[in-house]
């Protein structure tokens, strides 16, 4: 993980966007169940009812199958990735494909038929939610010590609450839309303190660690993504009553220069022994 490794940037931060948007809404759906977002208005324009319009899964669907298609380029033979699944017993690798093309069978399904009750909200984001975990388990190896913890959850957590209230704000009504504020709003205070005290934390710890938090902290991109992508969105939140259109793209930015940090600066523990492979 040396690299930027582009496919699994987009891979992990458009997976977990998904994952967002479907968990998102299974909550936007538990607050209208007593009929508080009935009458309210979605996609501007559109006249969809929410929560949860056709257009939403959709879209949480195009969005995990782009990030699905990526994932293939980072194998030497895409054509043989159905045996990524060989080793389920022991791989969290396998575990992540299995649970993430379940994430995406049940999305489709939303999609296809338009009409996601309880339960298929509910199981998409529980889905999302074990996919999200095994995420956070397969990219927390232990020859990288500064992410051999549980750093890469809260990191990817982070970015599916980030991304899911940003996009799902396109979708919402009215009624939703101040509870999608204070999810984005949250978060990014959250993702401010975590990005700044983390690197501080591995400055404090092995070799390895301090290596790791000297490469995030000269990166370009970690300082792009803090500005750009949580402390501008965040000055913007606190000042703004509800979420603007423009904000998920900006955060998506944001996330994408943060995870190329995560792949390409995070150092593995054979850099100190002078990379002998």
Do not use: D
Request: aromatic letters at 8%; charged letters at 10%; one cysteine or more.
């Amino acid at each position: 993980m040396q690299n930027i490794e582009l496919p699994l940037v987009l891979f992990t931060v458009l997976s977990q966007a998904a994952v967002g948007m479907a968990l998102l809404l299974a909550v936007r759906s538990c607050g209208c169940a007593g009929g508080a977002c009935a009458t309210t208005p979605t996609i501007a324009g559109t006249g969809e009812n929410a929560p949860g319009s056709r257009t939403e899964w959709l879209t949480a669907t195009i969005v995990m199958g782009v990030a699905l298609l990526a994932s293939l380029f980072h194998l030497g033979h895409p054509e043989g990735a159905v045996r990524t699944m060989a080793h389920l017993e022991k791989a969290w690798l396998s575990r992540e494909i299995l649970a993430f093309g379940a994430f995406a069978a049940l999305l489709a399904v939303a999609a296809l038929t338009g009409k996601a009750g309880a339960g298929l909200r509910a199981a998409a984001a529980l889905v999302g939610l074990v996919a999200l975990y095994t995420s956070g388990m397969t990219y927390a190896p232990p020859a990288m010590p500064a992410v051999h913890n549980a750093a890469p959850l809260g990191f990817f957590l982070l970015s599916a609450l980030l991304l899911g209230a940003s996009f799902g704000s396109w979708f919402a009504g009215e009624g939703s839309q101040p509870m999608l504020r204070a999810v984005l709003l949250g978060s990014l205070a959250a993702a401010l303190a975590v990005y700044v005290i983390v690197p501080c934390v591995w400055a404090s710890g092995g070799t390895v660690m301090q290596m790791t938090a000297r490469a995030w902290l000269a990166s370009p991109l970690y300082w792009a993504r803090l500005v750009l992508g949580i402390i501008v969105p965040l000055v913007v939140m606190i000042r703004s009553p509800r979420i603007p259109r423009w904000m998920g793209p900006l955060v998506l930015l944001g996330e994408l220069a943060g995870r190329a940090v995560f792949f390409g600066a995070t150092v593995h523990a054979a850099m100190n022994l002078g990379a002998p492979y």
